[in-house]
C-alpha cells in the first residue's frame, strides 16, 4: 500500500513540512497544477501584464500569470486552458509570448493581441 510520506519500505519520507531554518513557500497549488517553465514579463505589447510572472502548467495544461507586488503574489489568472500541457514560456525579443506544449504533435504558440477593427 502506498501511503503519503512512507518510503515503499514503510520509512518515512522526509522531515515534515516545516522545521527551523525550513523556507515556506511564497506560494503553491493545492491541487498541484505541474508547474514547469516560467518567465517575468518585461515586454511593451501587453503593458498591464509587465511585471508577471507567467507559469506553464502540465497538469490540468494551462498559461498561469501571477500578480506580483514586491515580492507578494497578489492575484492569478489561467489563459489557454484548452492549449494541452504548456511546457515551456518565453519571451520573445518582439515582446509576444511563446509557449511550447507537451505533446505527441507539439506546437508552438504565440501569443498576440486580439486585433480589433
Known sequence: VITYGVDY????IG?????????QPVYYWDPV?????ATFYTGDVFPEWRG????GSLRPGALV?????????????RYLG????????AQGPDG?????TDEADGRILKV??????
Open 9 to 12: 519500505s514503510g520509512a518515512r
Open 15 to 23: 522531515e515534515g513540512q516545516a522545521k527551523p531554518g525550513m523556507e
Open 33 to 37: 497544477i505541474a508547474p514547469s517553465g
Open 52 to 55: 508577471s510572472l507567467f507559469i
Open 65 to 77: 500569470r501571477l500578480t506580483m507586488s514586491g515580492d507578494k503574489i497578489t492575484a492569478e489568472e
Open 82 to 89: 484548452d492549449a494541452g500541457r504548456i511546457r515551456d514560456v
Open 96 to 100: 509576444l509570448l511563446y509557449l511550447l
Open 112 to 117: 498576440e493581441p486580439v486585433k480589433t477593427k
